[in-house]
């Protein structure tokens, strides 16, 4: 408390004069309580401003201020976990809410309930996530058919739903396979499943060594569609089973063909072979055909009494094994195609020169193991045949 300074007409009157407290200003203007019993008397002499407010007759106390009760802080981890769960941060929000609780239980703080709700929000994403996943998965494993199983809609497929005959699209080209979009063959597509087999043996053979049997497995089953005039437009994959599918007893391989051509395709791929064209080791001797086309390995036979070029005159099939590699079966080739030219032509005239097929590796371990000799006509077409009657 202070004191005001004595009067100027004060003569040695030190008597102290009791001042109101300050806040007792701010006392509610209907407290009716009365005076205060240990308040001294007013002494007389010149007021003063602090006697001013309430009026010397109003009551000269204050009521004592409210007890208050200091509460324990909000965690903010609980809050920021709350935050975090209601946005969708579940792993965040998760790591957060355990935080919480377990300072929050440390310090005394408020906020279990804030970290309760954070982990209830992330259990509800979690449980739309997994809900949205198995539907996504439930779509992406089966595509819709009718009664006969082919493909009557546009449906977003794993390759492994894909069943043969089935036409798609959406094989990007860098030979690796995601979701393909199935569809009917008789819209646009570029690619169309042509082939199923499974692989042998009892262990994983190894990613390369998998590829490889599939790859040589594959060739022979869809062998039919070199023949396709499409046939040097399409391009080949193979879906294997991975390491961890093959422990679990999966050994299906699809073989599927990309079409890379001009356009695109509208029909299956069986519609579009050429009964006239043939693989290279499926000719026989005295067929004719004309230029060779370096872009297709089978040719179109025709009648050796029209336009062409060229005439086999001998095959012959090479011993079974290993592939003996590229300069062997070459040797072999010219050696017992140089015989067969003799003996075919013998005195009469020969062919400008002569030439032959040979399987590379890929073919001699998809089963060929064919050399097709055949004469050449450089300059000009012929209209009869090569060989002698």
């Not at 043969?164 to 094989?171: A, H, K, P, R, Y």
């Not at 961890?244 to 519609?271: H, M, N, Q």
């Amino acid at each position: 408390m202070t004191t005001p300074p004595p009067s100027r007409d004060d003569r040695g009157d030190h008597t102290p004069r009791p001042v109101q407290p300050a806040w007792a200003a701010w006392a509610p203007p209907g407290d009716a309580g009365g005076p205060d019993p240990v308040a001294a008397p007013p002494v007389p002499g010149p007021p003063d401003v602090f006697s001013r407010w309430p009026p010397p007759d109003a009551p000269r106390h204050a009521p004592a201020p409210p007890s208050t009760t200091v509460l324990p802080r909000t965690n903010r981890l609980a809050v920021v976990s709350l935050v975090t769960g209601i946005f969708g941060l579940v792993p965040v929000a998760v790591l957060l809410c355990v935080a919480a609780l377990v300072q929050a239980g440390r310090r005394g703080e408020r906020g279990r309930g804030l970290a309760v709700g954070g982990l209830a929000a992330s259990a509800v994403w979690s449980l739309v996530a997994v809900l949205a996943v198995a539907g996504i998965v439930g779509t992406l494993v089966t595509a819709e058919r009718d009664a006969s199983g082919r493909v009557i809609d546009k449906d977003k497929v794993l390759p492994a739903a894909l069943r043969v005959g089935d036409c798609f699209t959406g094989i990007r080209g860098d030979y690796t396979i995601g979701p393909l979009t199935a569809l009917p063959c008789a819209e646009p597509h570029d690619g169309e499943v042509v082939a199923q087999l499974r692989l042998p043996g009892k262990a994983y053979p190894g990613d390369e060594k998998t590829l490889e049997q599939a790859t040589n497995a594959c060739f022979r089953k869809a062998f039919r569609l070199q023949r396709s005039r499409h046939a040097k437009f399409l391009e080949p994959y193979a879906v294997t089973p991975t390491r961890a599918s093959w422990r679990s007893g999966d050994r299906r391989v699809l073989c599927l063909l990309r079409y890379t051509g001009p356009g695109t395709l509208a029909a299956p791929l069986a519609t579009t072979v050429d009964p006239d064209q043939r693989y290279w080791s499926e000719m026989t001797r005295g067929d004719c055909f004309g230029k060779w086309d370096p872009t297709s390995l089978a040719q179109r036979v025709v009648a050796c009494t029209t336009p062409y070029w060229n005439q086999v005159y001998g095959v012959f099939t090479l011993e079974a094994g290993p592939y003996p590699g590229t300069e062997t079966i070459e040797r072999k080739g010219q050696v017992r195609c140089e015989r067969l030219l003799q003996k075919a032509f013998g005195r009469h005239p020969y062919p400008d020169q002569y030439s032959y097929f040979y399987p590379e590796k890929h073919e001699w371990d998809g089963g060929i193991r064919t050399v097709v000799c055949f004469g050449v006509s450089e300059d000009r077409p012929l209209k009869k045949p090569m060989l002698p009657s």
